[in-house]
Each structure stands twice: as C-alpha cells, then as structure tokens.
C-alpha cells in the first residue's frame, strides 16, 4: 500500500484551489457532469433540480460517485462543485447519485453503477460495513473502486483501489492531543458524542481519540459517550442526558466528533448555566459553525478539513487509477491541522463548509 499526506498547508491548498461554488439538488437523484462542460461556471452542479444535462459517455472515462450525501448538507455542497470541475478538467464523465445516509439506497445505486458498466467507480460509503457486497460486485465486473471521504473497514479494502480523504483515525487523535496538553496532567472527567453508530468515520475517530487519550493523558477519564448522528439536536440531548447521568460537577471537558455536534453539546451546557469556556472542549472541522465558536473561546480546539480537497482528490485518484494503473493500494490523507484561538483566523484554515 502506498500512502501520501499532504504534511503542509501550501500542499493542501494547491490540492484543493479550485472554485467552490454552490449549487442546488437536495433529493437523491443521479447528477451526470460532462467532461466538456466548462469547469470554471458559475453553477458546477448543473441547474436547480441537480441535472447538469450531460451524457454520461461523453467523456474519455465514465465514472459513477455513489454518496451518502450532497446539496443537502453543508459538507457536500463544498465537496461537489471541486469534484466537477476536476472530473471536467482531467476528462471524465460523472455520474453522482446520494443516498442520503441510507446503506439500501446505496445498495441499489451500486446495483445500478455496475450494471452501466462504467470505467470506475466512487464510494463513499453510507454505512461502513455494509459495502462489500458493492464492492465485490464491481471487482467480479472488473471495474475499480476508489474510495472518498471515509475508508472502508480493513477487510474490505482488497476490494478497492485507493482511499482519498480525511485520516479519521488521526483527526480523532489530534484533538485527543489537544484535550491532553490542555490537561496539563491533571485528573478531569470528559463525555464524549461520537458520530454515526457504524459510519466507519465515527468508528476511527473515536478509536484515535479513545487511543491517544489512554496513551498520552490517561488522567483524562471518559465517563460516558453517545452517538450524536452528526446533528447538533440530537447531540444536545444527548449531552444533557449525560450531565445527567453522571453529575455536572463531575464533567470537565467534552469532546464531539465534529462541529456540529460540538455547537449541540455547547447549547446543551449552556442550558444548565455552565459556561463552555470553563471546561475544556474539543472536536474536529472547523467549519462555519464550530470556527466562531473557537474565537468565542466556548471551543478549545478544533481539526481543519477541507471539503474541496476531499472533493477533489476523489477525482483525481479515479484518474490516476484508470490512467496510470498502479499495482498496489493508493492510500492519500489530507493534513490533521489543529485548529486553536491562536489560528482560527489565518486564511489557511478559513472555513469552507
């Protein structure tokens, strides 16, 4: 297996320049991009209705990207327009369905992309362990499968051709690192909110949390953890439900798999008059919503993640596989780069989604 990283912010930023621009499909309809369009209009996504109105065989490779999301989250109406606008420049003809998190829809948009008989296949799995039987039907169809945003588990990874995206394990560990040098070695209890329950995003960051924290600061004792589903709602209650559970005086920091969970857990300590700026919190995006939160000082820290980076990348590594044929596992991981007071506001982390 051959993995890159991008280790600086120049090398992150030269991967992800490319225009973002917003555009409208909030349903899971199929979404065709031409290789011929022009990456540099003003609407990459094609029309309100999300139909770009291009035939999928126009370009040098056909390639179908099944997501579990688009227009209808914030993430992925940064991630889409980088995507077209690469597949455009580099020749291919792209094909975007969206599950909407749901592993049978995807199922069924797996069921539909091997039968078109394509030069390569996207994923990004809704539900990690319920792809292989996805990516076993492509690879008895002799078509190779990237995968974006969220590797799939180990067993499963014979099965593809590379991963591009985000190393979720290590983002988890980065704001494990800063809850513990925040720490400072003193003995605190935390509650966590984790994403997903078998979204393999959530599965690794918490690993690399939950690993980091016992071997860098094991003063720091989680003393409950719930999903949060990525909803700032649900991670409210799920929050206050474990102030509950374990006493208020008891808790001295929390951490949350993301931004929006995050904004949720804060609104929840709020609500029971303790001020977020009096325990020690962090969690991983810095997006829109968890940035203003760090220049508040109601969020400790934070892990940048760029969505045009991530939007790009799929696209070039499907490229780069159906071009160059590499015989062994491309594994390319955008950086971890911490997020504090300190450097919320440079323009090399600015917020994208």
């Keep these: 297996m051959r993995t890159r990283r991008l280790t600086g912010l120049v090398g992150l930023l030269a991967a992800g320049a490319l225009l973002l621009a917003a555009c409208g499909d909030d349903d899971a309809t199929d979404t065709t991009t031409d290789a011929t369009d022009d990456a540099a209009s003003e609407d990459a996504g094609g029309d309100d209705d999300g139909d770009a109105g291009a035939a999928a065989g126009d370009g040098e490779f056909t390639v179908y990207a099944l997501l579990p999301q688009g227009n209808d989250q914030p993430y992925g109406t940064t991630y889409l327009p980088p995507m077209e606008a690469a597949a455009a420049e580099l020749g291919l003809s792209l094909t975007i369905t969206n599950s909407q998190y749901d592993a049978d829809t995807q199922a069924s948009d797996c069921e539909v992309a091997v039968a078109a008989q394509p030069d390569g296949i996207i994923l990004w799995p809704a539900v990690g362990d319920t792809v292989r039987p996805c990516l076993q039907a492509a690879s008895d169809a002799g078509i190779p499968v990237t995968v974006t945003n969220s590797d799939v588990n180990p067993e499963d990874e014979d099965l593809t051709r590379g991963y591009s995206g985000p190393d979720t394990y290590g983002q988890g560990a980065a704001s494990a690192e800063m809850m513990c040098e925040l720490a400072d070695g003193q003995d605190i209890g935390i509650i966590m909110i984790n994403g997903l329950t078998g979204n393999s995003t959530a599965i690794n960051r918490e690993a690399g949390f939950e690993d980091t924290i016992n071997e860098q600061c094991p003063n720091v004792e989680i003393l409950a953890r719930q999903p949060g589903n990525w909803n700032a709602d649900e991670s409210q209650i799920a929050a206050s439900e474990m102030i509950t559970a374990v006493g208020a005086e008891n808790i001295q920091g929390v951490y949350a798999a993301d931004d929006t969970m995050v904004a949720g857990a804060i609104d929840a300590l709020r609500a029971r008059d303790i001020d977020p700026a009096d325990l020690i919190i962090t969690s991983i995006g810095n997006t829109f919503l968890g940035n203003p939160l760090v220049l508040d000082g109601s969020l400790d820290g934070t892990v940048f993640q760029s969505s045009s980076w991530d939007g790009e990348n799929a696209v070039t590594l499907i490229h780069e596989v159906l071009t160059?044929?590499?015989?062994?596992?491309?594994?390319?991981?955008?950086?971890?780069?911490?997020?504090?007071?300190?450097?919320?506001?440079?323009?090399?982390?600015?917020?994208?989604?």
């Design 324 to 353: 160059q044929d590499p015989g062994e596992r491309i594994v390319l991981f955008m950086p971890d780069v911490k997020v504090t007071a300190e450097n919320a506001e440079d323009p090399d982390v600015a917020p994208e989604w």
